[in-house]
């Protein structure tokens, strides 16, 4: 089948059809459509099959990436797909959301005088394939164990480790503070990167595996860190970081001045149909307004393109560095741009001017200079030159840190960092609580969903060693 690979050199790149701007700005669909088999196929080709694969090093899951490559080439979905899944719990869904700019496809070895195999769109189409095919079946455990693990957050983290431990027969519960399953997956990610049924059949499948899912249960309300711990015989924290990082400026306390993980939250919950009070009153709906958002991530990205859609009058997206050292994915710069998004680049907020409400962000240009303790060029504010842009709504999109866990669970004896992430063991993933393991952002701080699957799966591993030998011991 050798003939069916190495096309890079004679098959150019080619992503998916890009829904046109003008369509995508009406509803929250997402903007790639799929490949369709000979589209997926010919991309897949182009992989060269390198003896050093700096896709599969760069991929925090070391994913296959050549292999299931390779097979798609040779139209063997199905065994690609098992490929897929055997490093990934949820392909389909990084294969929608990595930012395989940074991460595998910005790796390829091909990339330097070709462009990269289009890896993450080649691996959607694997999977959703998949599913219409009945390809991914309910978890069958060999055997049922006794023993049970309490899972604190349906996140990635959670899900990942939930899967492990139930391929081995544990009984698994996982308890979260929302109505819905999946953590940010759901309600932090608009539809337009990660449609929500894709979420739902993959926790609905976790569901028949035979895991229990306890919804609407916050941990310090609904029962203690010490209930759940006399409840199983092992417990994960794998809750993520909500809480946004403040901004001390003047100003910071006028209306209409909110975290992005609120706006999106709102946003994401009217598109359930839900009711969201604080959607219905215009505090956390951009239609008609100015908006600015501030910060460079991946999340300042889902802030502007949700409130496009909403029918916003203006949006900006204000920035201190330049594009160049932006750490949002440049793909998705690109198609906040497409949409008419206005990047601010260079530029720093000073105030937020207005009475009861915000009228305007003053915010002043800003040059890069010496680098600082990662390596960066630090960027400095240049004098005299403040300016006023007009704001209706800001959204403040400035990372994650956590909530004060041993606070909220009720659990003082809990270690954290003095960042507030919880203290484990890095080889056995046990926080100072015997039993009592973490993982995912909320020990790692705030990262991609990738990672926190990566950690979930290490999770679940290092639980299923904890629980056979405390078997053992007894035994």
Not at 355 to 370: F, H, K, P, W
Request: hydrophobic share 40%.
């Amino acid at each position: 089948m050798a003939e069916k690979l190495l096309k890079f050199v004679s098959l150019d790149q080619q992503m998916p059809t890009k829904r046109k701007s003008e369509s995508r700005l009406q509803d929250f669909d997402e903007v790639y459509a799929r490949f369709d088999i000979a589209g997926a196929e010919k991309q897949a080709s182009r992989c060269s099959q390198c003896g050093v694969p700096f896709c599969h090093i760069h991929c925090p899951l070391g994913n296959n990436i050549p292999d299931w490559l390779r097979l798609t080439a040779e139209n063997r979905l199905q065994d690609a797909f098992l490929m897929a899944s055997s490093t990934n719990n949820m392909p389909e869904i990084c294969g929608r959301i990595c930012p395989q700019d940074r991460l595998c496809e910005g790796n390829c070895v091909i990339e330097k005088d070709f462009d990269a195999v289009t890896i993450g769109a080649v691996e959607k189409y694997i999977v959703d394939t998949a599913w219409e095919n009945g390809w991914v079946k309910p978890i069958s455990p060999p055997t049922e164990l006794d023993q049970s693990v309490g899972i604190i957050g349906a996140g990635p983290a959670g899900l990942a480790a939930a899967e492990e431990l139930r391929k081995v027969g544990y009984q698994v519960h996982i308890y979260d503070r929302h109505d819905r399953a999946g953590g940010l997956l759901v309600y932090g990610i608009p539809g337009f990167k990660l449609e929500k049924d894709v979420v739902s059949r993959r926790t609905g499948r976790l569901e028949q595996s035979g895991i229990t899912f306890h919804l609407d249960f916050e941990v310090g309300r609904e029962g203690s860190l010490t209930d759940l711990r006399e409840k199983h015989d092992a417990l994960l924290i794998a809750t993520g970081v909500y809480r946004g990082r403040g901004l001390k400026v003047p100003g910071v306390g006028l209306g209409n001045i909110r975290e992005a993980l609120d706006y999106l939250i709102a946003s994401n919950k009217k598109g359930f149909g839900d009711d969201v009070p604080e959607f219905e009153n215009g505090n956390l709906d951009a239609k008609g307004k100015n908006v600015v958002v501030i910060g460079g991530g991946d999340t300042a990205m889902d802030c502007v393109r949700t409130a496009v859609r909403q029918g916003a009058k203006s949006v900006k997206c204000v920035y201190r560095r330049d594009r160049a050292n932006m750490p949002g994915s440049a793909r998705e710069v690109e198609n906040a741009e497409e949409e008419g998004v206005e990047f601010v680049w260079l530029t720093g907020p000073e105030a937020f001017v207005g009475d009861a409400d915000v009228s305007a962000v003053r915010a002043y240009e800003m040059r890069l200079g010496a680098p600082d303790g990662t390596g960066r060029q630090a960027p400095e504010p240049v004098p005299g030159s403040s300016f006023n842009m007009d704001c209706d709504l800001a959204i403040l999109a400035l990372g994650f840190e956590p909530e004060d866990l041993p606070a909220l669970f009720g659990a003082p004896e809990l270690r954290v960092t003095r960042w507030g992430t919880v203290t484990v063991d890095h080889e056995s993933m046990m926080s100072n609580l015997d039993g009592v393991f973490a993982a995912g952002d909320i020990v790692r701080g705030a990262s991609l969903v990738v990672w926190a699957i990566r950690d979930g799966r290490d999770a679940g591993s290092a639980i299923k060693t904890f629980l056979e030998n405390k078997n053992a011991a007894a035994a």
